[in-house]
């Protein structure tokens, strides 16, 4: 069993910042990457920004250069650290995490977090 859990969500004013992590736990071999998706009302998820094991990382544009996604592999969290926050940046975000859950198996899976929603207001 592997357990994503997403702390760091909030209301906050259009303008400020906020800072998410995501703890992944249970049985994991190894973690290819780590990334955040968001959902807003009525729309599909969407990447965000996302960091490979290597430390190689992306983001969607409209995040570019307010956005900064960083890792801790010893402890296997994400983080993602948000400012110049917009309205439109409004959502439930999910970590996402892809995986190998043991070393016998190469089997690559993809786990979520439950979501943590985070509100700009304007």
């Known amino acids: 069993q592997v357990q994503l859990v997403e702390s760091g969500g909030g209301l906050v004013q259009a303008g400020g910042s906020l800072r998410l992590s995501c703890a992944a736990s249970?049985?994991?071999?190894?973690?290819?990457?780590m990334g955040w998706y968001r959902q807003a009302q009525g729309k599909q998820r969407e990447l965000v920004a996302m960091?490979?094991?290597?430390?190689?990382?992306s983001y969607v544009d409209s995040v570019k250069g307010r956005f900064t996604i960083s890792r801790e592999n010893v402890n296997n969290m994400v983080h993602l650290q948000m400012n110049s926050l917009k309205p439109e940046d409004t959502g439930t975000y999910y970590c996402?995490?892809?995986?190998?859950?043991?070393?016998?198996?190469?089997?690559?899976?993809?786990?979520w977090g439950q979501g943590t929603q985070v509100t700009v207001s304007s």
């Open positions: 996402n995490a892809v995986l190998r859950a043991t070393m016998t198996s190469s089997r690559v899976s993809a786990y």
């Open positions: 249970g049985s994991i071999f190894s973690i290819s990457a």
């Open positions: 960091i490979t094991s290597g430390g190689t990382t």
